[in-house]
């Protein structure tokens, strides 16, 4: 169901093919050898930069191993004309006829259209969210989120056997402070006055509520005990309720991650012990003293012994700390803890999903895993740069440790998830996104969600309108395969066409370099087309989807016309968002 895939195929078997008959050596590498869409769609169907990637290896000029492809592709059922562009692209189109069948297949296959084994069932651990349990999550928490979802939704249709995980950093005096916020809270639930909350707690209005929820199930039992007896306890209730929050939070925007890891329990299990000595046996620890940081000194710096982890000899910039000078473990060493156990439980590949300000910690992590791990994983970071959130232009307070912040829910409850999430993957994760609570709700061209999910509406509202006026037409997709496909003929419907079967390809593409926001720009690309070819049909009644004396004509664009909703849906659906068959 992927041309470009099986083109592919064939430009490698016509090389191997010269490489028996004597006109090219043998064991050239191929692998960089590709198969796409000119840049330029007047130059053709589809191109190749093989003799370029190919012409040195094999002693030959580019163009001379160009002209040597024509001849042998010239021969490939379907291929109508063959070019060599520029210093030895070669270019080529195909019969209108081999897209009319690949239009058939995207009807057979459904919404699975697009489905790849490109993963080949490879365990990829995808982690995101991973906010401090200490806080409802506001919308700054959304971008990672709604990207780490949709990137493990595209691994998904890719063929990878995606395990979607949530860290919860449990662990460290943030939560120790949650508990002393709590207890406060608690105290004032049972009628005493607090005064105001001190700085450093977290003072939002959602720790009354866990303080009044912690008196309801305890009473009086913490009054007046010593902090050491009540701060695991009350810990371990905040966490509990926040964490609960969080999942809901999730799942109200359509997320349901698999597995919730524990910082605490890591640390706990003796976890980071492992590591030390892991790496120890290994000589990659030493007592040493890091050079102050750049710029301003702190005040409180000071030279001091610590036991450092040579991440020099891994890529990173310096050698980083795992035990502090007092003989506690640093959060970097409960960081590689954690990445060690991923890669015990199974995972070679992870993924780890980033707020922009952690952009400092990308270098370590992965020098921490490509070490632990003797070079077997790889770490790859997405960095999700900030929301700014605004209300016609005028910017929302979404600062949180002020308590003012503007929550994740008060965001889904205004706009709807499949909005949220839409435009959340709108933009490169690295570029910064303005999230407009107005715009983002207009019923425009200008509004990307909107201007999808009318592609998809709009199709939907073709082919019920087809029902009442051609009641004997066949409509289910097997049937609409087996039609008349030879009467499109339009430029702009075989253009169409031809922008739908590149759809498996964008999967491909899309999931290898981990971009889930290329699909919607793709779905942008496919709703603009559709659109387009609409607007035609109203300036000229021949190209109408309708035609009310030619029943066979309507079949054939009737066809177009569910594959695109068939595509648009397939797309949707690795964002989570539900394609819509009716806008009110």
């Given amino acids: 169901m992927n041309l470009f895939k099986d083109f592919q195929a064939k430009i490698d078997a016509t090389l191997k093919a010269m490489a028996d008959a004597g006109e090219l050596p043998e064991g050239l590498d191929l692998t960089r050898v590709t198969v796409e869409p000119p840049r330029d769609p007047s130059h053709g169907d589809f191109s190749t930069n093989a003799a370029m990637?190919?012409?040195?290896?094999?002693?030959?000029?580019?163009?001379?191993?160009?002209?040597?492809?024509?001849?042998?592709?010239?021969?490939?059922a379907g291929v109508t004309e063959l070019t060599v562009a520029g210093p030895g692209f070669v270019n080529w189109r195909v019969d209108d006829e081999l897209w009319r069948r690949q239009l058939a297949a995207i009807l057979t296959a459904g919404e699975r259209y697009g489905d790849s084994d490109v993963g080949r069932g490879r365990k990829v651990n995808v982690e995101y969210v991973s906010a401090n349990p200490t806080g409802p999550l506001t919308v700054g928490h959304a971008r990672g989120a709604v990207v780490g979802d949709a990137l493990a939704g595209l691994l998904d249709k890719a063929g990878f056997d995606v395990t979607r995980e949530y860290y919860i950093n449990d662990a460290g005096a943030q939560v120790d402070t949650l508990a002393r916020t709590a207890h406060l809270r608690y105290?004032?639930?049972?009628?005493?006055?607090?005064?105001?909350?001190?700085?450093?707690?977290?003072?939002?209005?959602?720790?009354?509520?866990?303080?009044?929820?912690?008196?309801?199930?305890?009473?009086?039992?913490?009054?007046?005990?010593?902090?050491?007896?009540?701060?695991?306890?009350?810990?371990?209730?905040?966490?509990?309720?926040?964490?609960?929050?969080?999942r809901d939070d999730l799942e109200a925007i359509g997320i349901q991650q698999s597995v919730f890891a524990s910082e605490r329990a890591l640390v706990d299990a003796g976890a980071v012990q492992a590591v030390y000595d892991s790496l120890e046996s290994r000589g990659l620890l030493y007592t040493g003293v890091l050079e102050p940081p750049k710029g301003k000194k702190p005040e409180d710096w000071e030279p001091r012994p610590q036991v450092l982890f040579k991440a020099t000899e891994f890529g990173d910039d310096v050698d980083r700390p795992l035990r502090k000078s007092d003989g506690s473990w640093t959060y970097f060493a409960n960081d590689m803890a954690y990445h060690l156990?991923?890669?015990?439980?199974?995972?070679?590949?992870?993924?780890?999903?980033?707020?922009?300000d952690h952009g400092g910690y990308v270098k370590r992590m992965q020098a921490a895993v490509q070490a632990l791990s003797e070079g077997e994983a790889r770490l790859h970071i997405v960095l999700c740069q900030l929301v700014k959130l605004t209300r016609a232009g005028v910017e929302e307070d979404v600062k949180a440790?002020?308590?003012?912040?503007?929550?994740?829910?008060?965001?889904?409850?205004?706009?709807?998830?499949?909005?949220?999430?839409?435009?959340?993957?709108?933009?490169?994760?690295?570029?910064?996104?303005?999230?407009?609570?107005?715009?983002?709700?207009?019923?425009?061209?200008?509004?990307?969600?909107?201007?999808?999910?009318y592609a998809h509406a709009r199709a939907h509202s073709v082919l019920r309108h087809a029902a009442e006026a051609f009641p004997d037409l066949a409509q289910a997709p097997a049937a609409l395969a087996e039609g008349p496909l030879h009467r499109l003929t339009d430029s702009q419907e075989l253009?169409?066409?031809?922008?739908?079967?590149?759809?498996?390809?964008?999967?491909?593409?899309?999931?290898?370099?981990?971009?889930?926001?290329?699909?919607?720009?793709?779905?942008?690309?496919?709703?603009?087309?559709?659109?387009?070819?609409?607007?035609?049909?109203?300036d000229d009644t021949s190209l109408r989807f309708l035609v009310a004396d030619d029943a066979e004509l309507t079949a054939a664009r009737l066809a177009l016309i569910r594959a695109v909703a068939l595509v648009i849906a397939s797309g949707l659906r690795i964002f989570g968002v539900e394609p819509l068959e009716e806008m009110r």
Avoid: C
């Fill in 187 to 246: 105290r004032e639930a049972l009628g005493e006055t607090i005064g105001e909350i001190p700085a450093g707690m977290y003072p939002g209005e959602y720790m009354k509520e866990v303080g009044e929820a912690l008196a309801a199930r305890d009473g009086d039992r913490w009054l007046g005990k010593d902090e050491s007896e009540w701060l695991e306890p009350v810990r371990t209730f905040a966490i509990d309720a926040l964490m609960r929050r969080v």
């Fill in 495 to 538: 253009g169409l066409i031809k922008l739908l079967a590149g759809w498996p390809r964008l999967v491909d593409s899309a999931a290898e370099a981990y971009e889930p926001h290329r699909v919607a720009f793709y779905l942008n690309d496919v709703a603009a087309a559709f659109h387009g070819l609409w607007t035609k049909g109203k």
């Fill in 53 to 76: 990637v190919l012409a040195k290896p094999a002693g030959l000029k580019p163009r001379d191993l160009a002209e040597q492809l024509v001849v042998r592709l010239a021969e490939e």
């Fill in 401 to 453: 440790r002020r308590g003012t912040f503007v929550t994740l829910s008060e965001v889904t409850e205004e706009v709807g998830k499949d909005v949220l999430r839409f435009i959340m993957l709108t933009r490169k994760p690295d570029a910064p996104l303005d999230f407009d609570l107005e715009k983002v709700m207009e019923q425009s061209k200008d509004n990307p969600v909107f201007y999808v999910q």
């Fill in 341 to 356: 156990d991923k890669y015990r439980r199974g995972f070679a590949t992870q993924i780890d999903v980033w707020g922009a």
